[in-house]
C-alpha cells in the first residue's frame, strides 16, 4: 500500500503538467493544411510530429493514472478497518513523541511488508519536512526509525534514485540515508547500477556509495574502482575518483596514481586533489613527479596550473610540509 499523500501528489502533477496546443487553428482548412505539407513544408511535419509526441505523452500518462487508482485500492483493501485505525493511532503516538510509540512501533512493523513500506513513506517524509523546518530532534528520530526497518527502507530508498522519483531534495535524502546505512544497501545499489543507464540515477547511486566510503565502510570501495574503470561518463568518472580519495582506503591508491599520469587534464585535477592525506612512499613520489610535469606544461594551458596546485596541497596533506615547486619537494623528500 502506498500512501494516499503519495498517491494525491503524483496525480496531481500528472494534471498538471504542461501540454501544447495540438489542435489545428480555425482559419486553418485541412485541405489547405494537407497541401501545405505535401508542398514539403517542414514546418508542419515539425508540429505534426509534436502532435503525435504529445497524443503518446497523454496516454501514457492516462495508463498511469490508472495504475496509480488500481494501486491505491489495492493498497486500501490490504488492511481490515482495524488495522489502519491502529496504525493511525500509532502514527499519532510517533508525532507526539509518545512513550507508547517505543512498543506499538513493533505492532506495526508485525503487520507485514506492506504495512512496513507505510511506515517508511510516512518516515520519509516526515525527515524531509524535519530538514526543511530545521528540526533536528525530529530529523534524528525519523532517521533512526529508517534506519532499524532498513530492511523494508534499503529497497525502496534505492528504486526511488533509480527511477528518479520526486525533486532533488528527497533523492538527496534517500542518498543520505542509504550511506547511514551502509552495508547492507551496497547490494541493492549495484544491481539498480546494472539495470539503468540514466545519468541522474547513477550519480545518485554512485554518491550514496561515496557517502559509505566517507564513514569509512571498505566494501564501497571495489564499486568505485569499477565504476572509474569501466564507466564511459567522464562526470561519473570523475565523481568515483572523488570518492576513492574520501574512502581513505589503501585500495584507493593504485587507481588513482594511474589517473594522476592520464592525458586528460579533468583525471590529473580530480585525482591529485583526491590523493592528499594518503601516506607512502609511491603516493609522495607519485605526486612530485606529477608536479614537476604540470609545471613544463603550464604553457600549454591554465588548467595545468589547477592541476600543479592540487599537487601542491595534497602533498601537505600528506606530508605537514609546504614547498612551492617540484624541485624544491623533491630535494627534500631526497634528504629524508
Known sequence: MKTFLLTLAVALLAACETTSSTAPSDSESPTTSRATRESGGGLWNMLEEERRRTAERRAREGRRRKNLAAESARGREAFSPDAQRKMETWWKEFLRNDPKWLVDRFQWRALGHDAREVLVENLLMVLVRAYEQNNGAFYERARSELFELSETSIPYLVGALEVQAGDSV???????????????????????????????????????????????????????????????????????????????????????????????ISFRKFAAASLGGFKGRRVIEGLINALERSEKRAGLSDREAEVALNCRRALKASTGRSFKTASEWRRWWKRR
Open 170 to 264: 528527497l533523492r538527496k535524502h534517500c542518498v543520505e540515508l542509504l550511506a547511514f546505512i551502509g552495508k547492507p544497501a551496497l547490494r541493492p545499489i549495484m544491481k539498480a547500477w546494472e539495470r539503468t543507464d540514466d545519468r541522474g540515477a547513477r550519480e545518485d547511486l554512485l554518491a550514496a556509495v561515496q557517502g559509505m566510503g566517507s564513514r569509512g565502510a571498505p566494501e564501497s570501495v571495489p564499486f568505485l574502482v569499477d565504476a572509474v574503470e569501466d564507466s564511459d561518463d567522464i562526470r561519473i568518472k570523475l565523481r568515483a575518483i572523488e570518492g576513492l580519495g574520501r574512502s581513505r582506503d589503501p585500495r584507493a591508491v593504485e587507481p588513482l596514481l594511474d589517473y594522476l599520469e592520464d592525458d586528460d
